[in-house]
């Protein structure tokens, strides 16, 4: 259906197109306020499309939105679903966002003093005369523990 002019030769293309039609049409069984579009340029918008005759023939939008004028009708259905409502489950009890936030918040203040740390202690060894080798290895260390972390 990926292509415009060859879509109707895909089988899936008419179960697609008359689910679509099934659907409108018990959209507009359910309400009296449920109706056809009634604005002029969308019902007098047309497309082309070809006979068996690879003729082209121009289809009227309007010609087309009620399927008893191109012969053909959905069999009325019972709609069970339409009056039923979830069932909550009431084993499962939401997490108070209280200690959601304060378990973030404690993280974030790992991670944070963590980081502090191994900054203090890259300036620290800054003094020492192996400066290069101590900043390394802090620089392995933090890289470690955030990848675990």
Same mark, same amino acid.
């Given at each position: 259906m990926g292509n415009f002019y060859s879509a109707g030769r895909d089988p899936i293309f008419y179960s697609h197109h008359a689910n679509v039609d099934r659907t409108w049409s018990i959209w507009k069984s359910l309400? &009296?306020?449920n109706k056809d579009? %009634?604005?002029k340029d969308f019902l007098n918008t047309y497309f082309y499309f070809y006979d068996e005759n690879a003729q082209p023939v121009k289809i009227y939008v309007r010609d087309v939105l009620d399927t008893k004028k191109m012969g053909y009708d959905y069999q009325p259905q019972d709609l069970p679903w339409l009056k039923s409502k979830p069932t909550p489950k009431r084993n499962r009890l939401p997490k108070p966002l209280k200690k959601v936030f304060s378990t973030v918040k404690n993280v974030? &203040?790992?991670?944070?003093k963590k980081h502090v740390e191994s900054t203090a202690a890259k300036s620290?060894? %800054?003094?020492d005369s192996c400066s290069s080798t101590a900043n390394t290895s802090t620089n392995e260390e933090l890289k470690k523990w955030d990848s675990e972390f």
């Amino acid at each position: 259906m990926g292509n415009f002019y060859s879509a109707g030769r895909d089988p899936i293309f008419y179960s697609h197109h008359a689910n679509v039609d099934r659907t409108w049409s018990i959209w507009k069984s359910l309400s &009296i306020n449920n109706k056809d579009f %009634t604005d002029k340029d969308f019902l007098n918008t047309y497309f082309y499309f070809y006979d068996e005759n690879a003729q082209p023939v121009k289809i009227y939008v309007r010609d087309v939105l009620d399927t008893k004028k191109m012969g053909y009708d959905y069999q009325p259905q019972d709609l069970p679903w339409l009056k039923s409502k979830p069932t909550p489950k009431r084993n499962r009890l939401p997490k108070p966002l209280k200690k959601v936030f304060s378990t973030v918040k404690n993280v974030v &203040i790992e991670y944070c003093k963590k980081h502090v740390e191994s900054t203090a202690a890259k300036s620290s060894s %800054t003094e020492d005369s192996c400066s290069s080798t101590a900043n390394t290895s802090t620089n392995e260390e933090l890289k470690k523990w955030d990848s675990e972390f």
